[in-house]
């Protein structure tokens, strides 16, 4: 996986999780996150908020709840 491939992924979803490009991947997310914070220098991706009412909750992973989406270019 290169870094074109990871802002492939993002571009044909739009909005997925970090658990989802680690099985598509099958990287780690200390792979993936700095990857992740170049598209996100570059203006490419951004980083989902995480909704307020699982901030709190237990039962999803951590990767489930960290979303990043494609920016979309004027």
């Known amino acids: 996986m290169n870094l074109q491939e990871l ?3 993002i571009f044909d ?3 997925v999780s ?14 993936l996150r700095p990857m992740l914070d170049r598209l996100i220098k570059n203006g490419r991706v951004q980083k ?4 307020k009412k699982c901030q709190t909750c237990l039962k999803c992973e951590s990767d489930e709840l960290e979303f990043y989406e ?5």
């Open 7 to 9: 802002q492939d992924f």
């Open 13 to 15: 979803f739009r909005r």
């Open 18 to 31: 970090l658990a989802e490009m680690k099985i598509c991947f099958q990287a780690n997310g200390d792979t």
């Open 48 to 51: 989902s908020p995480i909704d």
């Open 70 to 74: 494609w920016i979309e270019s004027l």
